[in-house]
């Protein structure tokens, strides 16, 4: 194998991708690929640690899988797959959940905000999941994950999960770091604009998806919170929801804050919302389209994970052969 060095992250199916999971990741795991090598999955048994309906989380994991290539991402060049596809991840992370403690998961900031969310179902995969995603990674000797600054707690356990079991076997994991892009953007709620953007706030048209319709992106920024001045200036701390149409309209149109300030200078918010809605709909729509032409094509959308899942498999049996024989287990 080329030496270079190995990257790999995963998006959750349980919900459409956002235009905020497309500026701050997808964007940016399309360039990376000739640099490193580079493994993106969709993780659908994470996404079942919260109830799904089975015909929609089918349907999601075949659009976000057919969105990371219509984003650039070419699955040649990286492997793309599907995580239920490699068993070897389930099989891992019983192994690494016997090296995980329970104060450990019980710390984890993700799992005490999904279990006040979903107080009714605090089931034991939501629990723990770190170990999972863990075994995601552990399994590829991956050196550098890249990950929102939300995931940054998962990737610090990962790597005492990997130190505590090289501890007592000698060097088997490869120890990863969190990677958080130096260009990657973080896209806040339009509604809420001092959070993060999340497929989960829909409802309210805070959210923009990488699917939606031109006229559903055009309402969502002409709604779009703001203050009550009127000047296009960035200001973060005061001024949160023009700031972050700013950076959203800085991404589509590749200028600078202070020109965008100048571009709209006087022209105030009812002129600046529509235009930066404009700019999001010509971004988005080469996606949308390449996406639902993908999803239309079910042979080569079978090719894609088929072969993505055969690559991944072979790298993680061989880890997983390695971490059995060295726990003692028989090999067959
Ligand atoms: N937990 C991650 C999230 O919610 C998704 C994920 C699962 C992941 N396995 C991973 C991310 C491995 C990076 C590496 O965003």
Redesign the pocket.
């Known amino acids: 194998m080329e030496n270079k060095k190995i990257i790999?992250?995963?998006?959750?199916p349980s919900g459409s991708a956002t235009l905020g999971s497309y500026l701050g990741a997808l964007k940016n795991w399309a360039s990376l690929s000739s640099e490193f090598e580079c493994l993106y999955?969709v993780?659908d048994m994470?996404a079942i640690t919260t109830r799904q309906v089975p015909a929609e989380l089918r349907k999601l994991q075949l659009e976000q899988l057919a969105q990371f290539v219509a984003c650039g991402i070419d699955p040649d060049e990286n492997t793309l797959f599907i995580?239920s596809h490699v068993p070897a991840h389930a099989q891992l992370a019983w192994v690494l959940n016997c090296f995980t403690m329970f104060g450990e998961l019980s710390r984890m900031t993700?799992f005490k905000d999904k279990s006040s969310k979903n107080a009714e179902n605090i089931n034991a995969g939501l629990f723990t999941?770190?170990a999972?995603?863990a075994a995601?990674?552990l399994l590829y000797g991956?050196d550098l994950?890249?990950?929102?600054a939300?995931?940054k707690q998962?990737?610090e356990l990962t790597r005492d999960i990997a130190v505590r079991f090289n501890g007592v076997f000698g060097d088997v994991f490869k120890i990863p770091e969190p990677y958080i892009p130096k260009v990657g953007a973080k896209i806040m709620d339009l509604q809420t604009p001092t959070k993060k953007m999340s497929k989960s706030e829909v409802a309210d048209g805070g959210c923009v998806l990488i699917m939606d319709k031109p006229e559903d992106i055009m309402r969502s920024f002409k709604r779009a919170k703001t203050d009550s001045e009127t000047e296009v200036r960035f200001d973060q701390e005061n001024k949160p929801g023009i700031s972050n149409l700013i950076q959203i309209y800085s991404c589509c149109t590749g200028k600078s804050f202070e020109e965008i300030e100048n571009e709209f200078a006087g022209k105030g918010y009812g002129e600046f919302k529509p235009c930066v809605g404009e700019a999001v709909v010509e971004l988005l729509r080469p996606i949308r389209e390449e996406t639902e032409r993908l999803l239309a094509d079910k042979a080569y959308m079978q090719e894609v994970y088929r072969k993505g899942a055969e690559k991944a498999s072979y790298t993680a049996n061989k880890t997983l052969r390695k971490v059995y024989k060295k726990l003692g287990f028989i090999e067959k």
């Open positions: 790999l992250s995963g998006i959750q999955m993780v994470h995580q993700q999941y770190p999972l995603q995601d990674i991956t994950v890249p990950v929102g939300d995931q998962h990737v």
